[in-house]
């Protein structure tokens, strides 16, 4: 058992780039963090921020970004609630959803990389700060501001970058620090009152020397990520040690409770998050005097980046978030811990596959006093449910299937070009595998009952329409 975590924000993470809640949904996302233990939001608005004139082209498609006034209403929220927002801009890697774009890809660092912008010239700059301008000046009153920067593949393999590399000391780490320095001088030039967060991974091998005369001394807090159930405690305090005698004592930790455990899983396990939570506990315990931790983000990842598909959506994973947040609360996750979780989601098991289902619920197109606090917990239960049923051995087998594969694709059944000689085939090949124990096990057995309560939920997200094409 460790102590509570330290005084000190405990940030969700809303990473908005893939199935963003519609903005009613979101808003009772934002009252159940608050209860949940939660004091604040690290919003990554990425293509669903409002951006307008020249930038209007980042605005997400087919489905429209949030409005100004829907920005303006989240933020609304969370001060109610008594959170604080804090906006995440990524300002040199993860920028797909900026570059893939033909009239800014040649800001790219390499033409096959959408994710890395080249940091030469003052094009690059002059993007990244007008971003974060039309940002700010819709979030007021706020103090704090992240600028992203993880993840910067293949920075120094562009044209201008080996260019560089060969009239400067301090190869691809120093052309790191250069871009970072600027943008973060840009934004304290014109917003001084503002704190500047930014993820530390291309950060962790530079020496303490580099790190002190980089120009971030005093400027930036670095946020440490890593969301192993297995983080390695003594090589992290040590990392925050090397910062803080580097001069970069003001550090955040970054935890996860979904989208960290590949790139394509559909339903969280809650135990996994939990031993990562366990794990900061325990480094914030063994951190010195002189390492400050300001907080911790609990990292909800939609996706591995904009072009990736996408992992758990967020109703399926706030059981997840829940015994995250208690377990900070508690410094510790035992059944004690446990039952008070499911006591404030009603819920029989902090797993999401296997709590009971509320079948009350599911049966009479209603939403109990007792969901109130597990929104969206309908469509969590069906995502387990399609999850469980496609993971079935026998649907594995016909995955396969040459019949199914040559001549009953998505788009012959689509176009209703389907051979009924084929047909038969199929049948016959399920009833030798004894198909019917599969109709047993699928949501769809019960659809026709709850398929207006189910519609009802899968709207609250932009995203989410497809699962009911899948169960019609």
């Known amino acids: 058992m460790s102590p509570p975590w330290p005084e000190g924000k405990k940030l969700v993470h809303l990473d908005l780039k893939g199935a963003p809640p519609r903005i009613e949904y979101l808003l009772k996302l934002i009252g159940v963090f608050a209860e949940l233990g939660a004091d604040g939001l690290l919003v990554e608005y990425e293509d669903m921020f409002p951006y307008e004139g020249e930038l209007k ?15 303006l209403s989240i933020q609304e929220a969370a001060v109610a609630a008594g959170m604080e927002v804090i906006p995440l801009i990524q300002t040199f890697g993860h920028m797909e959803f900026v570059l893939k774009h033909d009239a800014l890809s040649a800001l790219r660092e390499v033409p096959h990389c959408l994710g890395t912008l080249s940091p030469h010239g003052e094009r690059p700059l002059q993007l990244v700060t007008e971003m974060v301008r039309q940002v700010v000046e819709l979030h007021p009153g706020i103090t704090t501001l992240h600028i992203g920067a993880d993840e910067v593949y293949l920075l120094g393999e562009g044209e201008q970058s080996r260019k560089w590399l060969e009239s400067h000391d301090g190869g691809v780490a120093q052309l790191f620090l250069s871009h970072v320095t600027r943008v973060a001088q840009a934004v304290k030039t014109a917003w001084p009152q503002l704190s500047i967060l930014m993820w530390d991974d291309m950060m962790r091998d530079m020496s303490e020397d580099t790190l002190r005369d980089s ?61 990562n939570t366990v794990q900061w506990l325990r480094v914030a315990e063994a951190a010195s005097a002189g390492v400050h931790i300001r907080g911790v983000a609990l990292t909800g990842w939609q996706r591995y980046d904009h072009l990736s598909v996408l992992c758990e959506l967020l109703p399926v994973a706030l059981p997840s978030l829940a015994s995250c947040l208690q377990t900070l609360v508690d410094g510790k996750f035992d059944a004690e811990t446990q039952s008070r979780v499911t006591l404030k989601l009603g819920i ?18 209603r939403v109990s006093k007792d969901t109130a606090m597990f929104p969206g917990r309908l469509l969590a239960e069906l995502i387990v449910d399609l999850n469980s049923f496609l993971n079935l051995e026998d649907v594995r087998y016909f995955e396969q299937n040459m019949f199914l594969r040559g001549w009953f694709s998505p788009y012959q059944r689509r176009t209703k070009m389907v051979n009924p000689l084929i047909v038969l085939q199929i049948q016959n090949q399920a009833t030798a595998k004894n198909i019917h124990r599969v109709r047993q096990h699928s949501p769809w057995s ?4 709850r398929a207006e309560g189910d519609k009802k939920y899968v709207s609250l997200t932009k995203d989410y329409a497809h699962i009911i094409h899948l169960i019609k």
């Open 57 to 71: 082209v980042l605005q997400a498609s087919p489905h429209s970004a949030y409005s100004r006034e829907e920005v």
């Open 215 to 275: 120009g971030l001394v005093g400027l930036v807090q670095p946020m440490l990520w890593d969301y192993n159930p297995h983080l390695d405690v003594d090589k992290t305090v040590s990392l925050l040690e090397k910062y803080s005698r580097a001069g970069l004592a003001e550090v955040w930790a970054a935890s996860s409770f979904k989208g960290s455990s590949s790139v394509h899983t559909s339903v969280s396990c809650s135990q996994r998050h939990v031993d």
């Open 348 to 365: 029989s098991s902090v797993e999401v596959e296997t709590m009971e289902k509320y079948q009350d619920c599911v049966f009479s197109y």
């Open 446 to 449: 019960h659809i026709n009952m």
